[in-house]
Each structure stands twice: as structure tokens, then as C-alpha cells.
């Protein structure tokens, strides 16, 4: 995975780290490394998280 990333210019040079609920508000992008996760990241309903993502960039 560190070499494939290397090769399209991103260094992925730490380790992972459990999210928190900070991390949302902290970072503009969180990748999921599969469904599993994303599902885990998002609390199963997609729709009312992005919802809510936009609405406090809003405001």
C-alpha cells in the first residue's frame, strides 16, 4: 500500500490510529480502507451525517 501511494505522490509514512469524534471537525478528508469501515465511520446512515457535515461547514 506504501509503495502504490508513493507512486501517485502521497507518503503514508505513520500508523493508523483509532478515529475520533474530533477527527471529523479536524480534518477535511477521513478515508475508510473498505465498506466495513465506512459503515463503522458514517453510523450507518450516510444520508444524515453528510447532512450534518454540511451543515456545520455552513455555519
Do not use: C, V, W, Y
Amino acid at each position: 500500500m506504501r509503495a502504490a501511494s508513493k507512486r501517485r505522490g502521497i507518503e503514508i509514512t505513520s500508523i493508523s490510529r483509532p478515529i475520533r469524534p474530533s477527527d471529523f471537525r479536524d480534518f477535511d478528508i477521513i478515508l475508510a480502507m473498505d465498506n466495513q469501515n465506512r459503515k463503522l465511520l458514517m453510523g450507518g446512515n450516510l444520508e444524515r451525517h453528510l447532512l450534518m457535515m454540511l451543515t456545520r461547514r455552513l455555519s
